[in-house]
């Protein structure tokens, strides 16, 4: 997620339809391999050759790059892919917001509220005056006298999207996917997960120990004296470790089944009597209408406990906390001072603040995404861009098609329900066809927290505006400047954003091996992401329903328990493991993903003699090039104490595993460097896992 100039996109290779069986590779030059040129888009600076790939390709792909690079002190992870293309982002996005401020531009009023707002993010001076306005609204949330007030209070809150308590939202009906339904959601912790409350172990209880001092603090440099704070600082501690308790654990809330009760508002009200709803719900904006997903039911009984046990008085200071958290960036530098110490001495590990600058372009690109994307795109994704990219998503498509008719586990009736599925994938490329306007936010140079504040509540506000209405399938969900991808299940669709498209996941002058190895790794893995242990429980149009065979789900379990297995056994840091079953979708994705880009890469050689001519005159084969632009693009490194946050939280495993992980896997790696059995990236063929 970071940035550097970004090119164009790049000229993807293009497929047409694959023969049944590959074309003979063309004959090799007589220059000896090691004598020839890098592949375009491989670096030899950042391997290590001293490695054996078949003991450690993870070292043997990256291990140059970790032994030069340190991770910069604001940093709590730095990658060679991720975070360093998103770093060349924002200093593109950093020159448009700079100029809008000092009204450089052709002075559009999309351009002049992203100068202000950004203006007003940078300007030192007025932070420091921003605490008469933050006890203005915190005013709100204090002396608190019955459970009415307690309900508007934290409707206040949430139609700013401060997930006090709980989480309100709208969503995509589970098992109506034309619809639009509200959400309540757990939510409400201070710390980044149920385990750093409950767990007994001596980290977890440093981590809670170091918070309570940390919310002691803030309420000091907001003015209590510091018995007063640390009786504060107690109370919170106490009211979120009961949340924590109730809360399913994160690895459970990836089953859609788990988080999908229609009880509707009637049935919160049973469920939780002692909070008022209908106060609530008049407060915080959403339609009218019965309709409501309450994702955790157990959970909103202890609201209701909490809520008839606490005097509305104590609430006050837990509610006012998280709004303090939420708004940090826009207040005096003592208190985002104080926010960093905690954070960087306990969930990242950083050294140093991340610089202003780059904290304004964050904000501006969260609070006003389409205004910003506008210009970022019309400098930095050519006219070919979409067309180039949708070659490759669609060769990788086929080759999910094609590699149906390979898989014995699945039976006939599956196998025709998931290419119905994968058929009818919609793919968005680049940015969208469609931007959104920002008509009725105010946006004023003075005061960034009231910005901060407006555009919170204007979002939330749209958000919550869906309820009851038909689904927007032309709706993104990231901003096209990010640097990631994603799949949605409820609307069966892939999406790749113009931040991502660019070196080293995608380059114009990159050998077609390489950007099959990079990019089409991505592409497949968003792929498979619709068929991985989450997803597949969705049909084609994104209703949550069976449409397996009872064989078929049998077999599919079995495959995905291997893979859960298998990354049980892996250390992530220190003592901590990877949760297999928190990491299972994204693990079933990398194996496939990168299973799909391969073949999709051989059957494009296949029919390209002179690009395959080509890709053989380098120093490296096809397959080998392949497989090091995978690893190449996860070359990373991070701290101890954010290596921790996300074993414990992230869905995604450590990134030296997303390489090895799925390689031991693989016989087309064992293949392409001549791997002998017995080899440590090469697991035993009865230990195999492969899912699709």
Excluded at 183 to 206: F, I, S, T, W
Excluded at 547 to 576: G, H, L, M
Excluded at 603 to 631: C, E, I, M, V, W
Aim: charged residues 25%; aromatic residues 10%; proline residues 6%.
């Amino acid at each position: 997620m970071y940035k550097r100039q970004p090119q164009a996109s790049t000229q993807a290779p293009v497929a047409s339809a694959a023969p049944a069986t590959p074309a003979p590779a063309p004959e090799a030059s007589n220059v000896p391999m090691s004598e020839r040129p890098m592949p375009p888009g491989l670096d030899a600076a950042v391997m290590d050759p001293s490695a054996n790939p078949c003991d450690d390709f993870y070292q043997y792909a990256c291990g140059g790059w970790l032994k030069a690079t340190e991770i910069p002190a604001e940093r709590a992870r730095w990658s060679r892919g991720f975070e360093t293309v998103a770093e060349r982002n924002q200093t593109v996005l950093r020159d448009i917001l700079t100029k809008a401020a000092e009204g450089q531009g052709e002075g559009t009023p999309e351009e002049k509220m992203l100068g202000d707002y950004y203006g007003a993010c940078m300007d030192e001076a007025k932070l420091e005056q921003s605490l008469p306005t933050l006890r203005t609204y915190l005013a709100k949330l204090n002396g608190l006298k019955s459970p009415q007030e307690v309900a508007k209070a934290v409707a206040w809150l949430h139609a700013r999207n401060v997930n006090a308590l709980f989480r309100v939202g709208s969503d995509q009906d589970q098992k109506d996917a034309t619809q639009v339904i509200a959400v309540v959601d757990a939510g409400g912790l201070g710390l980044p997960d149920r385990d750093y409350y409950l767990k007994p172990d001596v980290k977890m209880r440093e981590a809670r120990t170091a918070y309570q001092a940390h919310v002691q603090k803030v309420f000091e440099l907001l003015g209590d004296a510091p018995f007063v704070a640390s009786r504060k600082a107690t109370g919170i501690l106490a009211i979120e470790t009961r949340l924590a308790n109730a809360r399913l654990p994160k690895d459970q809330t990836r089953e859609p089944q788990n988080v999908y009760h229609r009880l509707e508002r009637q049935g919160l009200k049973k469920l939780a009597p002692a909070f008022q709803w209908d106060t609530y719900f008049a407060e915080v904006g959403l339609p009218a209408g019965e309709a409501l997903n309450v994702t955790q039911p157990k959970f909103f009984s202890e609201v209701s406990a909490l809520v008839r046990q606490q005097r509305p008085t104590d609430m006050g200071p837990y509610l006012s906390y998280h709004l303090v958290k939420d708004v940090q960036t826009a207040l005096p530098k003592a208190l985002r001072d104080e926010f960093f110490r905690f954070e960087s001495t306990v969930l990242t590990g950083a050294k140093a603040d991340l610089a202003r600058w780059k904290k304004c372009v964050d904000a501006t690109d969260d609070a006003l995404p389409h205004a910003l994307a506008k210009p970022f795109i019309a400098r930095t994704f050519g006219a070919d861009g979409k067309a180039t990219t949708l070659d490759m998503v669609q060769q990788i498509e086929q080759s999910f098609e094609r590699n149906l008719d390979t898989l014995s586990w699945m039976d006939a009736e599956t196998k025709a329900q998931a290419l119905v599925k994968v058929k009818k994938i919609t793919n968005k490329i680049g940015y969208p066809d469609q931007w959104r306007g920002y008509d009725g936010l105010t946006v004023k140079r003075d005061s960034f927290l009231d910005n901060l504040l407006a555009a919170t509540a204007f979002e939330q506000a749209r958000q919550l505006r869906k309820v009851g209405q038909p689904v927007d399938r032309q709706e993104w969900f990231m901003s096209p400047p990010t640097v990631n991808a994603y799949y949605n299940a409820a609307t069966n669709e892939i999406v790749f954003p113009a931040g991502i498209l660019q070196p080293p996941f995608f380059g114009r002058d990159a050998s077609a091996a390489v950007n099959f190895g990079a990019m089409g790794m991505v592409v497949g893995h968003e792929i498979t992401h619709g068929f991985d242990d989450e997803g597949r429980q969705f049909d084609a149009d994104g209703n949550l329903r069976t449409w397996w065979t009872p064989a078929s789900d049998k077999a599919f379990r079995e495959r995905v328990a291997c893979v859960k297995n298998q990354y049980d056994q892996y250390i992530a840091v220190d003592d901590v493991k990877v949760n297999g079953k928190l990491t299972l979708g994204e693990n079933v994705a990398d194996l496939g993903g990168l299973k799909l880009a391969y073949a999709a890469m051989e059957a494009y050689l296949a029919r390209h003699a002179d690009q395959a001519a080509k890709a053989n005159s380098y120093r490296f084969t096809p397959g080998q090039q392949f497989f090091l632009a995978h690893a190449q693009s996860w070359c990373s490194k991070i701290r101890n104490e954010a290596a921790r946050q996300r074993a414990l939280t992230d869905s995604h495993s450590p990134a030296f595993l997303r390489v090895k992980g799925p390689d031991v896997n693989l016989p087309q790696f064992q293949q392409a460097f001549s791997c002998p059995a017995g080899s440590k990236m090469v697991a035993p063929a009865a230990n195999r896992c492969e899912v699709w």
